[in-house]
Nanobody, 126 residues
Framework: QVQVVESGGGLVQAGDSLRLSCVAS????????TGWFRQPPGKEREFVAT????????IYADSVKGRFTVSRDNAKNTAYLQMNRLKYRETAIYYC???????????????????WGKGTLVTVSS
């Protein structure tokens, strides 16, 4: 089993920045992709970004391109989501998820991940 834990959520103002962290532990095997998702209040969960194990391939949702950056430090088993110029409507629970390296990274676009964290709340005030 793989455990995924997010951290770094909090209350910020619109236009501010915030960095989320995601630590994976347990039987991660040879490697894993990491995906970030969010669920705004009353809405369905949506894809935000994903990064492959080696860190040389990333995919972003159109809504966050140019503002969010996903990265990872495999020595620390940690992935990050740097969020800049946050918008009020981006208030949501942000989830991190991991998937086996054998799975295509594009699967993250439709939420096909193997292990999920419990989420961290990001509140953006106007």
């Amino acid at each position: 089993q793989v455990q995924v834990v997010e951290s770094g959520g909090g209350l910020v103002q619109a236009g501010d920045s915030l960095r989320l962290s995601c630590v994976a532990s347990g039987r991660t095997g040879s490697g894993y992709h990491t995906g970030w998702f969010r669920q705004p209040p009353g809405k369905e969960r949506e894809f935000v970004a994903t990064i492959n194990w080696s860190g040389d391939s990333t995919i972003y949702a159109d809504s966050v391109k140019g503002r969010f950056t996903v990265s990872r430090d495999n020595a620390k088993n940690t992935a990050y989501l740097q969020m800049n110029r946050l918008k009020y409507r981006e208030t949501a629970i942000y989830y991190c998820a991991a998937s086996a390296e054998a799975r295509p990274i594009e699967d993250a676009r439709v939420g096909l991940m193997d292990y999920w964290g419990k989420g961290t709340l990001v509140t953006v005030s106007s």
